[in-house]
């Protein structure tokens, strides 16, 4: 999740011209009849967000409106240092710039670090009440965080009351302003084996943390490569509804052992079909899942790659997947 306060990249290194359409259509052409046969993809519900953050990316928000709107996504990341100095008319007049361009917000990131000192938290819970009324001035209704996989100071136990006192907190002031928090595990081995004591990175566990906490405006954030790395399959994604899940993030692993995998470095969507795409995104479609879906690659080339060169090559990387999942 990189639009929150603390990107996990950083958090893990401070600790240890034409427009490319994400609907494609598909025809067959009937051999005995010689007639077209109408696209056979099922309409999707969840729609794609161009997200510079998680491309390793950096750009204006305006620069997200007029990329996201040249290669066909349907939603950007919320900005809101940006929101917050708008007055109220400016503001609507941006939203409604976006609605005419079809475009929409996904969701923020909750900028608040809960993962470290007592100090650092309350500092920052004092201060989320404003941050959510200027999102709640946008429109935004989603708001989502990770969980850092493994402590050198907590045990399981510990670390898991903690979270749920915390992230309650939190879920508390964002449900005042008709948010919902999602939570993103963590699975990656080198991750979660890579300090002390191993925490959650499940999504079996992270449904227990959603019980502890005990708000009712709780969800996932789900990323695919996490799914894949925790050895999850499209059942498990069917033991949840479709909105038990507040935004997804979609890519491909490298080539290498579960052990070898690593959080910061994965691939495009649909890049090497290391992950089954299909099935994650079939098993989103099954369930009615109508969210945020943005690729989140963490791949230092596209990193580097020019703004809107990267830009280019994501969409066809996302429009790449939803034809492997028969989707427009």
Partial sequence: MTTNKISRRRFIATTGSGVVGLAPARTTVRASEGRVEPPTFQVRKFYTVLSLGRLGLHGTFEQSVALATKYGFEAVD????????????????LLNEMTARNLRLGAAGLP????????????????LPEAAKTLERAGVRRVSTWVMPSSDDLTYL???RQHASRLRACAQVLHDHGQQLGLEYCATRTLWRAKRHPFIHTMSEMK??????GADNLGFQLDSFHWFNAEETAEDIGTLRGTD???????????????????????????TGVIPVAKFLGALQHIGYDGPI????????????????ACEKT????KKAFAAADLA
């Fill in 294 to 309: 943005a690729a989140e690659p963490f791949n230092k080339a596209l990193a580097a790659m020019p703004l809107d060169e």
């Fill in 245 to 271: 899940i507040l935004t997804v993030d979609l890519n491909d692993a490298p080539s290498v052992p579960l052990d070898d995998q690593h959080d910061n470095s994965r691939e495009l969507p649909a890049a």
């Fill in 112 to 127: 608040v670090d809960f993962r470290r000192d007592e100090t650092a938290f309350s500092d920052d819970l004092k201060k």
């Fill in 315 to 318: 969409a066809l990387a996302i």
């Fill in 208 to 213: 227990e943390l959603q019980v502890a906490i």
């Fill in 158 to 160: 510990q670390n898991f």
């Fill in 78 to 93: 919320p900005d809101p240092g940006l929101f917050a100095r708008l007055p109220d008319h400016e503001l609507g007049k």
